[in-house]
């Protein structure tokens, strides 16, 4: 009898635990185990480079995104990827990301135009404002997913925030380098300023001249501005294929007049010869004033604004003596001095008679 009790008390123990677990069977280890997997793989989704993203503004917070027509794409092309699930490695794409938003790891969101602006014949296909859809459910037709975790920063990128202050360091110590090093840092800057105005200008005058003449959008070098590019995506040279309608051939007119018309304007204002020579000489002058400054100069700057007779190492033991050396009385001036002094006198004296002599006779005479 007292078994049967014991027998009896076990199965409601455990019919009590699994009412408790909300009637599932798996054990919460495996529920984390699972649950890590999906994170991994998201991670492995979002740092790939195939599945394009981009940035946009969710409730006033800067969130990355992308669209569900490429991510049924993506994982279509690599399969490779979905190794990572497991056993859910052979579920469609469709879902797998309704794993993901019932695990918090995607939102969907939707665009916060919704209307045409006037002179557009469709909406734009990255948007730059998002908001939260309702319904929170896989959909591949004008639907945007926003990563929901924490990315994680390679290695390089962890230890080169902690280079930032040796930089912010070796600049502020910039006045103090040798010559050589100055002209190295003068020019190394000068060329990589001239290398990015010249590829900015080069990628306007292209994109004006193309748009002008053809009615054509071509930026090359597409990514040179991009906040968050990588370092492949940023030196990519040719972009890609303009979705945009062209545009009127009115407007494109009246740019070709204005663009000629500030030509010919630069081209009238443009300095002579004269002007650019004093311009370089000025310019020469202000960057031999920094390379050459140095403390011994400044020191000896100092040292020639200060009145002869002066002994500045004097001046300073005196200043950081204080009042210990105001409360000393100065020496009375000696027998030989006052001599000297009377002696002086006498000789101006006889100097100013003989000179005054002559010429009273001459006076007197007339």
């Known amino acids: 009898m007292k078994k049967a009790g014991t027998e009896k008390k076990k199965v409601r123990r455990s019919a009590a635990g699994s009412m408790q677990s909300g009637g599932s069977d798996t054990p919460p280890r ?6 890590d997997v999906y994170l991994s793989f998201a991670e492995k989704v979002r740092d790939h480079k195939d599945l394009e993203s981009r940035w ?8 990355e995104y992308f669209r569900g027509k490429d991510f049924v794409s993506f994982l279509k092309s690599h399969k490779e990827v979905r190794d990572i ?3 859910d490695s052979n579920l469609e794409a469709e879902d797998i990301a309704d794993v993901l938003l019932k695990k918090n790891l995607i939102v969907r969101c939707d665009r916060v135009v919704k209307t045409l602006r006037p002179g557009k014949k469709k909406l734009s296909t990255w948007p730059a404002h998002l908001e939260i859809f309702p319904v929170q459910t896989f959909s591949d037709n ?5 990563w929901t975790f924490i990315k994680r920063h390679p290695l390089w990128q962890t230890l080169l925030s902690f280079s930032w202050p040796v930089l912010t360091l070796a600049i502020c110590l910039f006045p103090v380098y040798p010559h050589t090093a100055k002209l190295v840092v003068l020019y190394l800057c000068a060329g990589i300023l001239l290398l990015i105005l010249s590829v900015l200008l080069l990628r306007a005058t292209v994109f004006g001249a193309l748009w002008i003449l053809l009615g054509k959008r071509v930026w090359i070098f597409p990514n040179i501005l ?3 590019a990588t370092l492949s995506e940023l030196f990519r040279f040719w972009p890609k294929k303009d979705e945009e309608d062209s545009p009127k051939w009115t407007g494109r007119l009246f740019y070709a007049v204005l663009a000629v018309v500030v030509i010919m304007i630069l081209r009238h204002h443009a300095p002579d010869e004269a002007a650019r020579a004093r311009y370089q000489r000025r310019v020469s002058n202000i960057i031999d004033d920094v390379l050459e400054w140095s403390p011994k100069l400044a020191i000896s700057g100092m040292m020639k604004q200060q009145p002869e007779g002066v002994n500045v190492t004097d001046f300073q033991n005196e200043s950081a003596n204080g009042s210990g050396s105001s409360s000393e009385v100065p020496p009375a001036p000696s027998d ?13 004296l006889d100097e100013t008679e003989d000179n005054s002599g002559p010429s009273q006779q001459n006076h007197e005479g007339v």
């Not at 946009?56 to 969130?63: G, N």
């Not at 004008?142 to 926003?146: G, H, L, P, R, S």
């Not at 030989?336 to 101006?348: I, K, P, R, Y």
């Open 85 to 87: 699930l497991g056993l």
């Open 226 to 228: 991009a906040e968050e």
């Open 56 to 63: 946009a503004v969710l409730q006033e917070t800067r969130v």
């Open 30 to 35: 495996k529920q984390a185990a699972e649950k």
């Open 142 to 146: 004008d639907a945007f997913f926003v």
């Open 336 to 348: 030989a001095d006052v001599d000297f002094g009377d002696e002086h006198e006498d000789e101006t």
